[in-house]
């Protein structure tokens, strides 16, 4: 059975928001039961943006209706009209013409969504420029007030495993920079204060 993309993120959609079951939901996103119920419990993917498999579609309303009211029915996933990006060669990504139109979308998505990838991983996972996305986040380019957020998996500009594996990048660098600080400050503190040699040296 053909998977959603991203199914972590869809399984948290499915959890909030129907009445599937966790087997169900395990099935449709290919995860185990136990990391469905996990989801469900806020042990795994604390934090994670849901996404809607019917807004991307992925599934129909219909469909997950249907399989409400059957706990032993299987969701379908509906095909996909978007097609597929390539696997890319290594190199400066190139965005093809009749995408490029699409780049802003999805830049103000990954704005958004996740705030914590950095101007370059930005710039590498759609081909865009670092002033390009500077205009997006102060809301000066040119075209922002016809700006919608799509994610650009579905707009094809990247697939979800470079999504993925760019957030999750992110988020470990994310807290490796605040542990140091958090050290360098414990020892300032600590210091004596100076004005109490100064005494000691000019009653001597």
């Not at 958004?112 to 102060?138: F, H, V, W």
Request: charged share 25%; aromatic share 4%; proline share 7%.
């Amino acid at each position: 059975m053909t998977q959603p993309l991203m199914p972590k993120a869809t399984a948290v959609w499915l959890v909030d928001n129907t009445k599937l079951t966790f087997e169900q939901i395990a099935e449709f996103c290919g995860l185990h039961e136990l990391e469905v119920q996990a989801i469900a419990d806020g042990e795994v993917a604390i934090g994670m943006q849901g996404l809607d498999p019917v807004q991307a579609g992925q599934v129909s309303k219909e469909e997950i209706a249907r399989c409400e009211l059957d706990a032993d029915a299987h969701l379908a996933i509906s095909e996909s009209t978007v097609p597929m990006p390539k696997t890319r060669q290594k190199g400066a990504r190139y965005t093809p013409i009749a995408k490029r139109q699409d780049r802003p979308d999805a830049i103000a998505w990954l704005l958004r969504n996740y705030p914590e990838l950095s101007d370059a991983q930005l710039s590498r996972l759609i081909g865009t420029t670092k002033p390009t996305i500077n205009s997006i986040r102060d809301r000066s380019h040119r075209n922002a007030a016809n700006i919608k957020p799509q994610s650009p998996v579905y707009l094809g500009l990247c697939s979800a495993a470079d999504l993925e594996k760019a957030v999750a990048i992110a988020r470990q660098r994310s807290g490796a920079n605040r542990a140091p600080v958090a050290e360098a400050e414990a020892p300032a503190a600590e210091e004596p204060p100076e004005t109490s040699s100064t005494v000691d040296y000019t009653r001597a």
